[in-house]
């Protein structure tokens, strides 16, 4: 186990169309979205369904010189990033530091579902967009949306 690492969050998917690709999930798998947010800060718009003790993120750019939208226009759509569920994400980033892998966050921020996140950059992780993801404080267990 891992002493950082407690859970995968989150796949998060980079689609064109939110409702289309959010209706072919719940066709496919007759799942139904527990979370929609508009994360400004991110020029994102995201769907959440929970499988299991994690989330698929289905992801729309808010606009086109969004990251996600940029995202978009250069690679299509699919897999933007994975969201590796930790304890403390400011002592991940500072572990992560220690060993050189690069950030794109070097602080914590406010991300969706009340949590607090960062972006470690894909340069680190084998071209991988990896996204650190601290639960709300009050939530314990399972009780979130
Ligand atoms: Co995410």
């Known amino acids: ?22 209706e072919e999930y719940r066709r496919a798998f007759g799942v139904e979205p527990v979370h929609r947010e508009r994360v400004e800060d991110q020029g994102v718009e995201e769907v959440l369904f929970k499988v299991g003790s994690s989330y698929i993120q289905l992801l729309a750019a808010t606009g086109p010189d969004t990251p996600v939208g940029k995202f978009l226009e250069r690679r299509g759509e699919g897999i933007h990033h994975i969201g590796y569920r930790v304890e403390d994400v400011a002592a991940v980033l500072r572990s992560l530091r220690a060993e050189g892998i690069p950030l794109i966050d070097e602080l914590p921020r406010p991300g969706s579902r009340g949590a607090t996140v960062a972006f470690v950059h894909p340069k680190g992780f084998r071209g991988v967009l990896v996204e650190l993801v601290q639960e709300p404080a009050d939530d314990g267990r399972g009780a979130r949306p």
């Open 1 to 22: 186990m891992s002493e950082l690492l407690t859970d995968v969050d989150h796949v998060g998917i980079a689609v064109r169309d939110l409702a289309a690709a959010e």
